[in-house]
């Protein structure tokens, strides 16, 4: 097996991690470095489970090789507190009840994350548009919606 | 997921050198259709070349030949692109079309051009603005029409060892436009069951129009030119009429199977609209009305 090693700032903080080649980045980060907020739903990039930020960017990293990440910087939901407190998306998401197994949500919350910093307040046909990405089989996404518009009017 | 290799050179000689070794090399830009068929063992590698980090299949601006589309750079930095918005509309259509946003943060044009899917939603508009596709290969580079480059499903002209670098986008003349439309069952994160492209260019005076591309996709084994509908266009004054004409000839260049998303009698119907719709849309941005 080709390894290798490579340093990824995960969360603001410098890692260098022995991988695989032929690792994701997701194995990467739950197998790898124990983060498991990233959850591996389909493993084909439709369901957004396991997106995170790669260079202040979502992706799916499922769909991402680990050593593409080697000098990049990855944000997991374990990154989108600050200093330990919930941010105002994960805060709206409890508020607004904005989950319900909760298997999707970090998936969520980092799209969220990512949409409130392109579009501040976003209409709801922008906010069903750019969580497209991300599935969920609880809610019916009602109150997820509900719970994005909530952060845009904390933010 | 097939056991590999991985390499992400910073220089085009030393992606050239790389993508040219022995065994099965697979050049790897966004990665969204590429890393998928690994794990599913629909497509195998001995060596995944990471293109992302060379500067020349980054570039995005433009020079006297047009526009240079480095083949890694992704949808949503063309969706988002002041040029392509204003010269190229309908490739800023197609790009905030591709999947979700987080594939268009990873997803490259030029992937989807050399992943070479019919229902590719970019390539139809690269091919209504007469796209170039730069060839990088161990014996110098190639210059290709894109409308020469696709040979089948997911087959292209690219020959061992050789990769798209860039593909380059004529300027548009003034009063011109392009749009792209596509259907799908849902409002997003779906494959095109029929997708049109087109281009035009009026004179304001006479509103003759000047040049006409239409592009379709997946209604045929490759992206294919609607050549007959452009020679019905071309060289007309524009009106409702004519676009209906244009339309209805849109259909002869369709040869559409018919599948799970679709019949071939549905595709067609869907081009045939699909093509109206579209040219009105090049109208409208032109400034031109009927």
């Given at each position: 097996?080709?390894?290798r090693?490579i340093?990824?700032?995960v969360n603001?903080t410098?890692?260098?991690?022995?991988?695989?080649?032929t690792?994701?980045?997701?194995e990467?980060?739950?197998?790898?470095?124990?983060?498991?907020?990233?959850?591996?739903?389909?493993?084909?990039?439709?369901?957004?489970?396991?997106t995170?930020?790669?260079?202040?960017k979502t992706a799916?990293?499922?769909?991402?090789l680990?050593?593409?990440?080697d000098?990049?910087?990855?944000t997991?939901?374990e990154?989108?507190?600050?200093?330990?407190r919930l941010?105002?998306?994960?805060?709206?998401?409890?508020k607004?009840?904005?989950?319900?197994?909760?298997?999707?949500?970090?998936g969520f919350?980092?799209?969220?994350?990512?949409?409130?910093s392109?579009?501040?307040?976003?209409?709801?046909?922008?906010?069903r548009?750019?969580?497209?990405?991300?599935l969920?089989?609880?809610?019916?996404?009602?109150?997820?919606?509900?719970a994005v518009?909530?952060?845009?009017?904390?933010? | 997921?097939p056991?590999f290799?991985?390499?992400?050179?910073?220089?085009?000689?030393?992606?050239?050198?790389l993508?040219?070794?022995?065994?099965?090399?697979?050049?790897?830009a966004?990665?969204t259709?590429?890393?998928d068929q690994?794990?599913?063992?629909?497509?195998?590698?001995?060596?995944v070349?990471?293109?992302?980090?060379?500067?020349?299949?980054?570039?995005l601006?433009?020079?006297?030949?047009?526009?240079?589309?480095?083949a890694?750079r992704?949808c949503?930095?063309?969706h988002h692109?002041?040029?392509?918005n204003?010269?190229?509309?309908?490739?800023?259509?197609?790009?905030?079309?591709?999947g979700?946003?987080?594939?268009?943060?990873?997803?490259a044009?030029?992937?989807?051009?050399c992943?070479?899917?019919?229902?590719?939603?970019?390539?139809?508009?690269?091919?209504v603005?007469?796209a170039?596709?730069?060839?990088?290969?161990?014996?110098g580079?190639?210059?290709?029409?894109?409308?020469?480059?696709?040979?089948g499903?997911?087959?292209?002209?690219l020959?061992?060892?050789?990769?798209?670098?860039?593909?380059?986008?004529?300027?548009?003349?003034d009063?011109?436009?392009?749009?792209?439309?596509?259907?799908?069952?849902?409002?997003?994160?779906?494959?095109?069951?029929?997708?049109?492209?087109s281009?035009?260019?009026?004179?304001p005076?006479?509103?003759?129009?000047?040049?006409?591309?239409?592009?379709?996709?997946?209604?045929a084994?490759?992206?294919?030119?609607?050549?007959?509908a452009?020679a019905v266009?071309?060289?007309?004054v524009?009106?409702?009429s004519?676009?209906?004409?244009a339309?209805v000839?849109?259909?002869?260049?369709?040869?559409?199977?018919?599948d799970?998303?679709?019949?071939a009698?549905?595709?067609?119907?869907?081009?045939?609209?699909?093509t109206?719709?579209?040219?009105?849309?090049?109208?409208?941005?032109i400034?031109v009305?009927?």
């Open positions: 097996m080709p390894t090693h340093n990824v700032n603001g410098p890692r260098e991690i022995l991988v695989d080649s690792w994701t980045l997701l990467t980060l739950r197998d790898g470095l124990g983060l498991t907020g990233t959850k591996e739903g389909c493993s084909n990039g439709n369901c957004g489970a396991c995170v930020l790669l260079d202040g799916c990293s499922c769909l991402v680990a050593p593409e990440a000098g990049r910087e990855v997991t939901v990154g989108l507190d600050t200093g330990g941010s105002s998306v994960q805060d709206a998401f409890v607004e009840g904005g989950l319900q197994c909760g298997f999707c949500t970090p919350l980092v799209s969220t994350t990512f949409l409130l392109n579009i501040p307040d976003p209409t709801e046909d922008e906010i548009l750019n969580l497209a990405g991300n969920c089989r609880c809610t019916g996404y009602d109150k997820i919606v509900k518009q909530r952060a845009a009017a904390t933010k | 997921m056991t290799d991985f390499a992400a050179p910073t220089t085009l000689a030393e992606a050239v050198t993508m040219a070794s022995a065994g099965t090399v697979r050049a790897l966004g990665g259709d590429l890393i690994l794990k599913t063992n629909r497509r195998n590698a001995d060596l070349v990471d293109l992302k980090r060379v500067p020349e299949l980054q570039r601006g433009s020079d006297a030949d047009g526009l240079h589309i480095g890694a992704c949503s930095d063309l692109d002041p040029t392509v204003r010269l190229y509309a309908g490739l800023a259509d197609s790009t905030g079309l591709v979700s946003v987080q594939i268009q943060n990873r997803a044009v030029g992937g989807n051009v992943n070479a899917a019919p229902s590719g939603d970019t390539t139809p508009n690269l091919l603005h007469d170039i596709a730069v060839i990088a290969g161990p014996s580079a190639r210059r290709v029409e894109l409308t020469d480059f696709f040979v499903p997911g087959q292209t002209v020959q061992k060892g050789e990769f798209l670098q860039e593909l380059i986008l004529p300027a548009p003349p009063d011109s436009a392009s749009a792209y439309l596509r259907f799908i069952p849902r409002n997003e994160m779906d494959i095109a069951v029929a997708g049109v492209a281009f035009l260019h009026i004179d005076a006479t509103k003759t129009v000047k040049k006409a591309r239409i592009a379709l996709a997946s209604v084994p490759t992206p294919v030119r609607a050549r007959a452009e266009l071309e060289g007309k524009i009106s409702a004519l676009i209906d004409a339309s000839a849109a259909v002869e260049s369709a040869t559409p199977i018919t799970v998303r679709g019949s009698e549905y595709r067609k119907e869907l081009v045939r609209v699909l109206r719709r579209t040219l009105n849309i090049c109208l409208d941005r400034g009305s009927l």
